[in-house]
């Protein structure tokens, strides 16, 4: 033994006719027992069976003597002593490989691993086809339960290459069918229907067909708010478009807490007229609002004495907001933007019929399938404004369905009818939408 392995001994040399008497021993008995018997490290014979098969015993002997040597002296070391000492080895002996990244095996390459790992082994089969050999105990794993019934068996199904091509036609079609929508939003409408893609890969699988970003000029704000529950505030707002040579004007009415459409309007000018019906209509539809917000626009507001909306709010007992800043009415300017984007931008009409026609299915496609950002991503405004959030949410993690709204009842839907409310410390009694007893102010 070497002086570096145990102090005060010198390291023994073997002679050729010793070491071809250990070998045939280890032939005989296994590597083990001779090592036993003459007392030679385990992995100095095996150093020494090397050498013998590859290029005799006579060449340089003792460099690979000296190499299990230091193996087995390493090997002792860290067995009876306790605390760690630097090392004496060069650092490039210890170094740990780097880590190859992970890959992605087709049903074919797992089908070839498996029927070779039957015949060779699964080591021989890690070895010639350079894969893991806790992959190919997976994979074997995988199909004996798959042969049995319980789970997908790892050599069916379709491959990377395809699933990625399955990807990039949804995503396409989603676009196409939708052509308005940018990539985070076709990105939310796959998820509701429980395809999950990233806005990177929607983005570059779009841009290779042509999508190109818009440019928008955004205003910065910092003072946001929402309603805490449905027909708690309304929005109203008119959009104004040319359909050939004739003047439209589209009146709409938008839930402020659940960004649903509850009325729309089209005429040739604004109205009080349209605004009137309309908003009478939405109500009967939908229930009345307990405050409503507006610019000073001529069919909202009236500078000299009360305009008939007006009056009509008050009537039905409604509070009224006006807009001093575009800002504060954003809910519905930042719709009508996406209205011009989604559809007046991207279809021709021929007549104003048409364009009532395609608007009409467009607000129901927006309320009932148009994912909506500020409602999380995954919801539709329906879904919040018919209270089915939870159930809608829950639906979409379990992956029932691919398109959760379509087995979703509305009409179970809960009103209420009464409540009792305190304002400005005064008690109101409100029944089906209609405040029935006001108290006089405590203060």
């Known amino acids: 033994m070497s002086s570096s392995g145990r102090s005060g001994e010198r390291r023994r040399v073997s002679t050729p006719q010793e070491r071809e008497e250990v070998l045939r021993d280890a032939e005989e008995h296994g590597v ?129 290459a395809e699933i990625e091509a399955q990807r990039d036609r949804e995503i396409l079609a989603e676009w196409k069918k939708h052509p308005g929508l940018g990539p985070s939003q076709v990105r939310n409408q796959l998820r509701r229907r429980g395809i999950k893609v990233a806005v990177l890969t929607v983005r570059r699988v779009m841009e290779d067909a042509g999508y190109r970003p818009p440019k928008v000029k955004r205003e910065p704000h910092d003072q946001r708010y929402e309603a805490v529950r449905p027909n708690h505030l309304w929005h109203l707002d008119f959009v104004h478009r040319f359909i050939n040579r004739a003047s439209t004007f589209t009146l709409i009415l938008i839930d402020d807490h659940s960004r649903f459409v509850t009325g729309h309007g089209v005429d040739d000018a604004e109205r009080a007229d349209l605004v009137i019906e309309t908003f009478k209509e939405a109500i009967r539809r939908h229930g009345k609002p307990e405050m409503v917000m507006h610019d000073r626009g001529a069919a909202f507001w009236s500078w000299r004495g009360i305009s008939r909306f007006t009056a009509l709010l008050t009537e039905l007992g ?52 148009r994912t909506h950002h500020a409602l999380g991503g995954l919801l539709v405004p329906a879904d919040r404004h018919y209270g089915r959030a939870d159930e809608v949410l829950a639906r979409i993690e379990s992956g029932t369905g691919r398109d959760p709204g379509e087995d979703i009842d509305l009409r179970d839907r809960c009103l209420e009818f009464f409540k009792i409310v305190s304002k400005d410390g005064a008690t109101e009694v409100w029944l089906m939408g209609r405040r029935i007893l006001k108290t006089e102010n405590e203060r």
Do not use: C, M
Not at 48 to 64: I, K, V
Not at 324 to 345: I, Q, R, S, T
């Open 32 to 160: 083990q027992e001779a090592a036993r018997r003459h007392r030679v490290p385990a992995n100095t014979i095996h150093v020494w069976q090397h050498r013998s098969r590859h290029g005799g015993l006579g060449a340089s002997p003792d460099a690979g003597e000296e190499r299990g040597r230091r193996v087995s002296e390493r090997e002792h070391e860290s067995q009876v002593r306790t605390t760690p000492t630097p090392s004496t080895e060069p650092t490039a002996e210890v170094s740990t490989p780097a880590r190859r990244p992970a890959r992605r095996y087709t049903p074919s390459e797992k089908a070839q691993a498996l029927e070779r790992a039957a015949a060779d082994g699964v080591s021989e089969t890690s070895r010639a086809l350079d894969i893991s050999r806790f992959s190919i105990y997976n994979w074997k794993r995988q199909a004996e339960k798959a042969a049995v019934g319980d789970g997908p068996s790892p050599t069916s199904g379709p491959g990377p």
């Open 318 to 369: 409604i509070d009224q907001i006006v807009a001093e800043k575009k800002e504060h009415n954003g809910k519905v300017e930042v719709f009508n933007g996406n209205l011009h984007k989604e559809l007046f931008d991207r279809h021709r009409f021929y007549d104003v019929a048409e364009f009532r026609r395609r608007l009409a299915a467009h607000l129901h496609w927006y309320n009932h399938g």
